[in-house]
């Protein structure tokens, strides 16, 4: 089958009238409607718009100026208000009748935490309603609809005085909570739509075929239609990116600035609204085309005799660790992954409050620095794939590089703990963490996918694969957590970055002594003790 190219050319060179209903295959293959030109392009736009730029930028400043302006400082707690002007003197608010309330940053960092456990919560328990019947596009279509509404909403709190921040907290956390859950239920449709493609279908249902034969096609596709969805929502980052940051420089004079900065559009907290709105409304017309095109008949894999939807995610984590703890260098990076994607969150919610506080919320300048984020992100993916080629560097030392050179932004943090102009507190240091960032940290995703797949037995992928992504979502609200209490206890957020410096450097000591040689062969001999084995995994959710 290598060596035929019917199956690698266009997806819909070929039709269903070129299948033979009689084998067995094939009426298995025509239970499900056939993927459309429209229905592909449709999934790929969709991501286009879902591309979660104001998620991470325009609504973090809106919630954390209207925070600044119903707060106060602790110093006068019965004067209302503090100068947004000056975000980077410590200001708090009211919270659960504390006396001195918190720092705003500690709220912005519970709001994370509490959205994060959520998500855990409801992904583990209903996530199967992703996988399974025809609930996938009825949940995607209504978190897409929330999801459009959260961003378009904060328009309603322009002239605010920041007596409804706690209005915003809301919206924030049904927004990241309405993203994540379609991410999860977009991701899930996806090898439904790909094993569907025209071009894929006639190779499931040619008995003539191998099962090693037809998967050689099922995952060249699939690999195809992943690859292109994930380029489509850098595009979708790039032009919101590229069409504000150009709208940004518009010269403004509705607006009050403080000395020595610019008259323009995207220094007026106006921006930040617009922004949010246009995003929103980005998302909503590329969502429309998915949800138009996609068959009727589309639907998931039955669930397994015997399960439900209400505990087959929990079943399947208790199977995934289970088996896991059979694999002893598989158990230790489950321990590393939690550890580094923890604090690749974590690093990322901090300087996003902090990026606020240093550019007094300025829009512009969010903006302009996400674009270079975007940019370099792209450059250091293709950079690592390349010296890995060129220089034939294996996963896990590129693993180890891209977790070290991550783990020197909280190094750099610390010295902000005693240090007024350095250690991210600066725009410029803004700057080289952006670039830093996505030079360095953009590629610990799809380095961090691959080791998996080097530690994982043949056939348990979608198990253990699964797992991954419970133990992301669980260890997501920890370190927001965690630094929450201490900038509550300190009024200093930059201590926080001794925590998220040792996540980084127990992470990186557990995955150095971590033998991917000897893990192979530990493969070897699970695979022999478990070819018997009665358990299903592959019935169990992703």
Known sequence: MSEDKEFLNGPFETTDEDIDPNSDEAQQVLTQPASTKQELWGYYLYYNGDNGFTINSYMPNIIQSLAYKGGFYPDTPNIRGCDINNAIKQCNIAWMNKPLGIPVSSMLLYLQAIAFSIQFLLFTTFGSLADYGRWNRHILLIATIIGCATQILPITLINDDGSHWNAMMGIMVLALISYGTSLVFYAAAFPTLSDNLPVVRKARADPTLSSNEKREVVEIWRNHVSAVSTVWSNVGFLVMTGILSGVSFKSWEKYDFPDGVAHVLGNAPIYNYIATVVCGGYWVLNAIPYFLAQPSGRRGKDLPPGTNHFTIGWTSIFLALKEARKLRFL?????????????????????????????????????????????????????????????????????????????????????????????????????????????????????????????????????????????????SWIGPVVIAAITEHTDNIWKGWPFVLALFVVSLGILFFIDVDKAKLEMVEYMEQNQESPVNEKNFIE
Request: with cysteine; hydrophobic share 55%.
């Open 331 to 475: 158990f230790m990076y489950i321990i590393s992954y939690f550890m580094f994607s923890d604090a690749v969150s974590t690093t990322n919610q901090m300087v996003a409050i902090l990026q606020g506080e240093i550019t007094n919320f300025s829009a512009q300048q969010v903006t302009i620095l996400n674009l270079a984020s975007a940019v370099t992100s792209i450059i250091g993916c293709f950079f690592f794939l390349w010296i890995a080629k060129r220089f034939k560097i294996r996963t896990k030392t590129n693993l180890l590089i891209i977790i070290f050179m991550s783990a020197l932004i909280p190094l750099w943090g610390c010295f902000g703990i005693g240090l007024s102009n350095f250690g991210i507190k600066t725009t410029w240091e803004l700057w080289v963490f952006y670039v830093w960032s996505g030079l360095f940290t953009a590629p610990i995703w799809a380095w961090q996918n691959t080791m998996l797949a080097e530690l994982i037995p043949k056939g348990k992928e979608n198990l253990f694969f699964g797992l991954f992504g419970v133990v992301n979502k669980a260890s």
